[in-house]
């Protein structure tokens, strides 16, 4: 069985070359630690999704937002060059909003568990966190239209990319960064994991 989060490697490699070149420059960083941060940041944003379509009304909610805002969109590119020339004004590229309603209350131990594993540092992580909710929800929008998904197939799918990250991590480490009473310990190195196995396990 394929342990590995299908949605998360599919959009990885959409991020390849030119895509992971711009977020190192928005980022201040080298090629390489920009994709190992956003190889360990793409199954926390998913993860976060697939927990939030877990609750009542969450997909729906969610399925709607995809729909309204993000169906239809332009490539990744576009969408990125939009989003890190400050593209903001539109619910498509604002960043900021979409991750305050991926990971709501969660933000700031989200951004210092990605800082910590990646080495990016909080302000960093949460900036790459706010470049990439947009393109994740058009990559949802995208993939929920060509299979035909309404939202009970969409919080499915999600849930089992969320069960898949978890057992690449350990289980604790994404559950923790998402606790909303922020009472759980969050090991930066459980979250490194998940990003590792996209490199095959290779720092």
Known sequence: MNTQPLLTQE???????A????????????????????ATALPLLLGALGRNS???????ALFGALQ???AGGPDIGSLLGAVLGGGGNSRQTDGAAIL?????????RAAQGLGQATGLGSSQAMKL????????????????????????????LLGQERAQVRQQSGGGALESLLDRDGDGDVDASDLLNIGLGLFGGKR
Do not use: C, K, M, W
């Not at 070149?21 to 980022?27: E, G, N, T």
């Not at 877990?54 to 729906?60: K, L, N, R, T």
């Not at 994740?136 to 197939?153: C, E, I, P």
């Open 100 to 108: 305050g309603h991926v990971l709501g209350g969660a933000q700031p």
């Open 54 to 60: 877990a609750q009542p009304q969450g997909a729906e």
């Open 68 to 70: 309204r805002d993000h």
């Open 129 to 156: 966190l706010a470049v990439l909710a947009p393109i994740v929800l058009s990559f949802l929008a995208n993939r929920s239209r060509a299979q035909g998904l309404d939202a009970g197939g969409l919080g499915q």
């Open 11 to 17: 959009l990885f490699a959409q991020l390849q070359g």
């Open 19 to 38: 895509p992971i070149q711009q977020i190192a420059r928005q980022l201040g960083t080298d090629p390489a630690q920009a994709s190992n941060a956003v």
